[in-house]
């Protein structure tokens, strides 16, 4: 039975011409403590932008410079969002939504790239990863030492997105998940080490047949098999590196699924309904 819908929606009241204002008023607002470290962010990084970031040069050279990724890595922009206990700065949605607004007014491809990393790419092992998981990956990504995509477009899903057709083939023998199929238009996808990939396994439904369903995976460039195309040329945000990714009998542990295993595309729209 489909789950009952308690709050009227906000979007849906729009067609109507209706704001709901009780849905979204009072507007939600930090607490002293996150302010004053909001303060503290902002002053660091508009002293860093006006000496680093060049936005125009960004867009016409189509590319973010390493200086640029490295500050933001010292400043430790990498893991913003993510909790103190992890090594990052633990924001609140409200404050994380102001850093990125804030490095957005500098140069809008770089907060693609650190939006791209920390509310898609690494945002469903933070969502549905295990502690271990955690401990495994989030040190390196905080830091930027590991830059994180979210793998889920490819050549014929989009927005229909149940209808990806990459594939995680499990080889008992050797513990692990063999991946392959290609995605597309990924941000950071030429840049990343660390991949939220979502893919096709066969699992037996209650009638003991298989049937594919989609499981979220952590892929790591390491692993070997990833490869990435070259960054698209758009006529926008040109520095964000939007490119395809593949993945050619990629070795995935078994440990390296987020969720549970056919549970991939809750996993999915979570992270983006997150991300948004
Ligand atoms: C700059 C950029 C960065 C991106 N970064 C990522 C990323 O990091 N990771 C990732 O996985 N993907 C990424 N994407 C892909 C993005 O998520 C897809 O473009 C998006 O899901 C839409 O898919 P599509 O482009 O195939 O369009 P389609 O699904 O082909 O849709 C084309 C048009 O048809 C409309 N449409 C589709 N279905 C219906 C329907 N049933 N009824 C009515 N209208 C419909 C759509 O609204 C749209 O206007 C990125 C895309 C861009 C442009």
């Avoid at 840049?191 to 499981?215: Q, R, S, Y």
């Avoid at 979220?216 to 070259?230: E, L, N, P, Y």
Wanted: proline residues 5%.
């Amino acid at each position: 039975m489909s789950k009952k819908v308690t709050k009227p929606s906000f979007s849906k009241a729009l067609f109507s011409g209706l704001i709901l204002e009780d849905l979204v008023f009072p507007f939600p607002k930090m607490d002293k403590e996150e302010a004053e470290n909001m303060d503290l962010i902002r002053e660091s990084f508009e002293k860093f932008a006006e000496d680093k970031i060049d936005p125009a040069a960004i867009d016409e050279k189509a590319e973010i410079p390493s200086e640029v990724i490295d500050g933001l890595k010292e400043l430790g922009f990498f893991g913003l969002n993510t909790p103190e206990a992890y090594g990052g700065f633990g924001l609140s949605a409200t404050a994380w939504t102001k850093a990125l607004e804030m490095v957005c007014h500098a140069d809008p491809s770089t907060s693609l790239l650190l939006g791209a990393h920390q509310s898609i790419g690494i945002k469903a092992l933070h969502l549905f990863g295990t502690e271990e998981q955690k401990q495994k990956y989030l040190p390196r990504l905080v830091t930027g030492e590991m830059i994180g995509a979210f793998c889920l477009t490819e050549p014929g899903a989009g927005s229909d997105a149940a209808g990806i057709k990459t594939k995680a083939v499990r080889d008992e023998a050797q513990g692990c998940y063999i991946l392959n199929g290609s995605k597309l238009w990924i941000t950071n996808g030429n840049l990343a080490d660390f991949f939220t990939v979502f893919a096709k396994e066969e699992i037996a439904g209650p009638d003991g047949d298989p049937h594919d369903k989609i499981t979220a995976f952590i892929v790591t460039r390491d692993m070997g098999g990833v490869t990435s195309g070259k960054p698209e040329n758009k006529m926008g945000i040109k520095g964000s590196a939007t490119a395809a990714v593949f993945f050619e009998d990629v070795k995935v542990p078994f440990e390296n699924v987020i969720g549970e295993r056919g549970r991939g595309f809750k996993v999915a729209m979570e992270v983006l309904n997150s991300g948004r």
